[in-house]
């Protein structure tokens, strides 16, 4: 297959890139979060692509972006919760699982079948003029092979995706470096956290109060792609490292670093956890190709943006499932 066109996110890059998305095709396009790879949310054949670009199961649904609040009034209904956490985080890396309309103009593809919507407004100017531009809601998973590390620079797209879409729009590093922090208000009792992300859960709950967390006491599982292996590269992963081997490379935080690694990688030597959310992907990535034999990581603190940290590191260190059971994989 042809590779992929990386094109610098200027006005004439991004016409054409909503008119591709238009179109029905898929484009990777940057957000403050992550690389996305787009599709037309309205179009069975487009969101089909795009699960079979990312060789992603069907039962994990998916993201819808818009430009602004309005464009949700046809998606789903908002209470008094969603108004309030829009008001204050959107656009921004926050998304919310919503009651989708019966009417909402998205391929039940998309919502995998559930009765629920999952939406949210990047804050990213070349992402919101792409919304505008195409002028439908679009569904955008990080533009990774389904259960691998999400890119956060457009050569890290081309890299996963290059030869499996047509077009990606460039504009640099993402500032946040971590997927968006999903919240569950699709019942009226409690608020669950279904994905710890860049907005940290303190500021959530200073709204809100108090999360409950996924999986406390329920029936059904509330996030269907948040299985045990994500995020993975592809030489194993050790945690919380306080030594590390000579055939290791090193993810450190923090200005105190054990000495002996193959190669040392340092999220942030500054021990700030938003700094290392930022450097995050990149890094694991670069310690990925280090040709060291593992990859040990130091304990990251949990405050801010550290959450989601380590809910990625434990994922990318989980056992991996055999290519068999690859069919109930990760997003
Ligand atoms: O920051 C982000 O959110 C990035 C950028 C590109 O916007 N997107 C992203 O999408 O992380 P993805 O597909 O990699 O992760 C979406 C997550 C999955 O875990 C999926 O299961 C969950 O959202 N999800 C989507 N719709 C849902 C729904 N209706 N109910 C529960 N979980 C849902
Ligand atoms: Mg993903």
């Not at 990312?54 to 609040?69: D, E, S």
């Not at 700094?275 to 280090?290: G, P």
Request: charged share 25%; aromatic share 4%.
């Amino acid at each position: 297959m042809s590779r992929a066109r990386l094109l610098e996110a200027g006005d004439r890059a991004i016409a054409e890139a909503a008119e591709v998305l238009r179109a029905g095709e898929l484009v990777a396009f940057p957000t403050e979060t992550v690389y996305g790879l787009g599709a037309d949310a309205t179009s069975d054949a487009a969101v089909a692509a795009l699960y079979a670009a990312k060789r992603r199961p069907a039962h994990n649904p998916l993201i819808v972006h818009i430009a602004g609040r309005a464009a949700l009034e046809p998606l789903a209904r908002l209470d008094a919760r969603a108004e309030r956490l829009a008001e204050r985080f959107w656009p921004g890396p926050l998304t919310f699982v919503l009651p989708r309309r019966p009417t909402a103009p998205v391929s039940p593809l998309a919502t995998a079948g559930l009765s629920t919507v999952a939406v949210r407004v990047p804050a990213h100017p070349v992402a919101l003029a792409l919304l505008e531009a195409a002028g439908q809601p679009i569904v955008a998973p990080s533009a990774n092979r389904s259960g691998r590390v999400s890119p956060t620079s457009a050569e890290d797209v081309a890299l996963e995706l290059g030869d499996a879409i047509a077009l990606i729009l460039d504009a640099g590093p993402c500032r946040v470096g971590v997927e968006s922090t999903i919240v569950d208000l699709s019942e009226p009792d409690r608020p669950v956290l279904l994905r710890p992300g860049g907005v940290p859960r303190a500021a959530i709950e200073e709204v809100l109060g108090p999360l409950a967390e996924a999986g406390d006491g329920e029936a059904r599982p509330r996030a269907p792609g948040r299985l045990a292996s994500h995020y993975a590269p592809s030489l194993p992963v050790r945690l919380d490292a306080l030594e590390v081997e000579p055939d290791e490379a090193l993810l450190a935080f923090g200005p105190r670093v054990p000495s002996g690694a193959f190669a040392t990688f340092n999220l942030s030597p500054a021990g700030d956890t938003t700094e290392a959310a930022r450097r995050l992907y990149a890094l694991l990535r670069a310690a990925d190709r280090s040709g060291a034999r593992q990859i040990a990581v130091m304990p990251i603190p949990g405050d801010g943006l550290g959450e989601a940290i380590r809910d990625r590191l434990r994922r990318a260190a989980a056992p991996r499932p055999s290519p068999e059971m690859r069919s109930n994989g990760a997003d």
